[in-house]
């Protein structure tokens, strides 16, 4: 089955660091980028940035650049979202996001993870 | 960035209604916006690409259309499952994603 897996739901303190992730599985996960999508409670979708698996080339939207890291470890097929301090506003739902195959022109998403709930709370 | 706006926020609507959700974008992006669509607690799903591109799987009563600043999404008549929260997202190439706020679609 193609699917993207994510870790469980964290729970951390302010100040405290954090990797989540996301393993792909039933496709050839170093050929397709995979995204991070921010969800905070009750509100709309956030683009976060991009991965390629096979080359580890990232792009990160302005918002999130220096916020987070984005990384990937081909050879277990996963790809991460950390952060080195976390924030009671990083609080929300996380998704990864597999960007469909094709065209370099076509930066949408067509297999999602179900999402990583962090909670940050002191 | 490239600014995306639904409307209207929330829709009211009953089952076999036609219903349409309107997505602006700041500037011209083509015809490189998707639809998604997201009940509670679930992941987004992808319903249309490229504007008016159904996506495998999704029911034909789902469509897309528009260009450059100004796209719709519409059902033609409305099933129980489709009440959920949609997105419109642009993915210009020289600028970073961008997603709608989300229009919620209720039943009235």
């Known amino acids: 089955e193609v699917q993207l897996v994510q870790s469980g739901a964290e729970v951390k303190k302010p100040g405290e660091s954090l990797r989540i992730s996301c393993k792909g599985s039933g496709y050839s996960f170093t050929s397709y980028w995979i995204g991070w999508v921010r969800q905070m409670p009750g509100k709309g979708l956030e683009w976060m940035g991009i991965i390629y698996p096979g080359d580890s080339d990232t792009r990160y939207s302005p918002s999130f650049q220096g916020q987070v890291t984005i990384s990937a470890d081909k050879s277990i097929s996963t790809a991460y979202l950390q952060w080195s301090s976390l924030k009671a506003s990083d609080t929300a739902m996380y998704y990864c996001a597999r960007r469909v195959a094709g065209s370099y022109l076509y930066w949408y998403f067509d297999l999602w993870g179900r999402g990583t709930l962090v909670t940050v709370s002191s | 960035d490239i600014q995306m706006t639904q409307s209207p926020s929330t829709l009211s609507a009953s089952v076999g209604d036609r219903v349409t959700i309107t997505c602006r974008a700041s500037?011209?992006?083509?015809?490189?916006l998707a639809w998604y669509q997201q009940k509670p607690g679930k992941a987004p799903k992808l319903l249309i690409f490229k504007a008016s591109s159904l996506e495998s799987g999704v029911p034909s009563r789902f469509s897309g259309s528009g260009s450059g600043t100004e796209f719709t999404l519409t059902i033609s008549s409305l099933q129980p499952d489709d009440f959920a929260t949609y997105y419109c997202?642009?993915?210009?190439?020289?600028?970073?994603?961008?997603f709608g706020q989300g229009t919620r679609l209720e039943i009235k």
């Open positions: 997202q642009q993915y210009n190439s020289y600028s970073p994603i961008t």
């Open positions: 500037q011209s992006i083509s015809s490189w």
